[in-house]
């Protein structure tokens, strides 16, 4: 298995950009999860699906941002518009669901300008 | 730009020695942990779980210990290689959420 694939790996946008980051979990997960990561703040989760569903969003920064599972293998996450804020590296991972454990993609590094 | 960052606490071991990284979680009612190795431009790596029903669990050169009492967990490496070098993350779950990641801390090995 590929394990979680991650496209772009790097993406570099000007503010007001919409930015759109994919995800392909594991084949057979059923869970997958959007993490954001920076200096500041560490590892946050920002929001998690099981079976396709969106479970928990509290982890959304705000209504500029959202994600959507159409279906078992792909995810996005949109940033519309970006702002420079946004810059961290931005982890997609997925699990078997329940308390298994999570893996993790390789990240795609985005910079708002 | 940003001026003030997370500070992560660092360990730094010899090469050869054991490392013990700690990690104080915050749910008494988490029943399942996960200790995840980040490794510079990479994603978190699976190392080692353990669910709380158990108090110690070994791998290949890793152990991790659960001390449910005082909300501990430690990540212990034998022979540290310079390849250990990242930062370990402990991760807690409760009743199959979403996992709570720690902060982190740094492995630097000394040659």
């Known amino acids: 298995d590929a394990g979680v694939i991650q496209s772009p790996r790097h993406e570099v946008t000007e503010m007001g950009q919409e930015v759109t980051l994919r995800c392909k979990p594991i084949s057979g997960h059923n869970s997958l999860f959007w993490y954001r990561q920076t200096m500041m703040r560490g590892l946050e989760l920002l929001i998690y699906?099981?079976?396709?569903?969106?479970?928990?969003d509290s982890g959304m920064p705000e209504d500029r941002f959202s994600a959507k599972m159409p279906n078992a293998s792909f995810s996005t996450l949109k940033i519309q518009p970006s702002e420079p804020r946004d810059s961290a590296v931005y982890f997609c991972a997925s699990s078997l669901g329940g308390a298994s454990g999570e893996f993790f993609g390789p990240g795609t590094r985005l910079t708002v300008l | 730009g940003e001026s003030v960052g997370l500070h992560l606490p660092t360990l730094s071991v010899q090469e050869g020695d054991n490392s013990i990284i700690n990690c104080a979680y915050s749910?008494?009612?988490?029943?399942?942990f996960i200790w995840y190795k980040q490794e510079s431009g990479k994603g978190p790596q699976f190392i080692i779980d353990i669910r709380s029903n158990m108090d110690k669990r070994q791998g290949q050169r890793v152990t991790v210990l659960l001390n449910k009492t005082v909300k501990h967990l430690s990540l212990q490496i034998a022979a540290t290689q310079p390849g250990d070098s990242a930062v370990y993350f402990c991760a807690e779950n409760m009743y199959g959420q979403n996992f709570v990641f720690g902060p982190g801390t740094r492995l630097s090995v000394l040659p």
């Open positions: 749910n008494s009612a988490s029943d399942y």
């Open positions: 699906f099981n079976n396709n569903v969106p479970i928990d």
